[in-house]
């Protein structure tokens, strides 16, 4: 027969040893829901991050090319003032819109629908604008013109405020303003 202060011991080896184990298992699944979640953060702010590039260059390749259809289309008033015939800059206006369609292809894999149809919407607009307001109508009604051009521009501010809250800034830009206006 086995003494019973022999089996204490072992009782409490065991325990001991339980809880050991079950404390170490514990702290390692605590420490690696840490590691996701911070993983998650991190991954989540890439993202992020690289979503928020290719917006900007977009958006800076759309305003590269409004600058250049700006020009052109003052070029054009100002030799119709003056009764002379106007030359597009056909090949600047291409490498532009090439420019565009390049970083719309970014947007088109990272952005939601709403983002994505609103950057088609604004490359198509810039490249009627161009094709039909600069260089089809030589003769174009400046009223028209003009319509176009702020068709053009309304879509912009339209594409930046979906890429705004896509990203979360909506939020951010509107105390921003509040604070300044208050």
Known sequence: MVDSSVWVPLVTAAVGLLAGLGASIL??????RRDDARWEREEFQRRWQDRQQVYARLMAALY???????RARADRN?????????????????????AAREARALVDLMAPDSVRTLAKSAQTDRETFGTVQLELEESADPARTNAAWARVREGTVSLREAMRTDLGLQGLVDDTKQRADG
């Open 27 to 32: 702290t390692q699944y605590r420490a690696d």
């Open 64 to 70: 590269a090319w409004d600058d250049e259809l700006r």
């Open 78 to 98: 100002i030799r119709a003032l003056l009764n002379e015939r106007s030359e597009l800059d056909t090949a600047e206006l291409r490498r532009l819109r090439m």
